[in-house]
């Protein structure tokens, strides 16, 4: 599951080349299934999304994007640091976004942490992202 933060005002196609430009990379990089795609796209106004346009990085812009991902099993760093250059050439590609402008973070979890549907744990259906 992905969480996609920025700030308000951008069109729904460069909102949907966002989100097919991360489930792209996810699915390079990460090795996750083509219909394993669960997106949140949340737009802030100014006064809601604070950051720091050099902390660790930038310049930021007002493009900024924060993605936080919650995957299922594990990665290794090596995997981790494919999907981040993954993602960030996606993401230059198409809507444009300068990699600079783009910030990850990523979280595992357990199976059991898990229910897709009917209240049954993904651990139980063997499923993990």
Known sequence: MSRISLLRGKP?????????GLQRAMELAFNVPQNDRFQLIHQHAPHELIFDRHYE???RSDDFVLIAI????????????????QLVEELAAAPG?????????????????????GGRPAASLGVSS
Do not use: C, H, N
């Open 70 to 85: 919650t995957v299922g099993k594990p990665r290794s760093a090596a995997v981790k640091q494919a999907f981040y250059r």
């Open 12 to 20: 729904p196609e460069y909102l949907r080349a966002l989100a097919d």
């Open 97 to 117: 976004i300068a990699p600079e402008d783009v910030m990850v973070v990523i979280t595992s979890s357990q199976g059991e942490d898990w229910s897709f549907a």
């Open 57 to 59: 990085g930038g310049p």
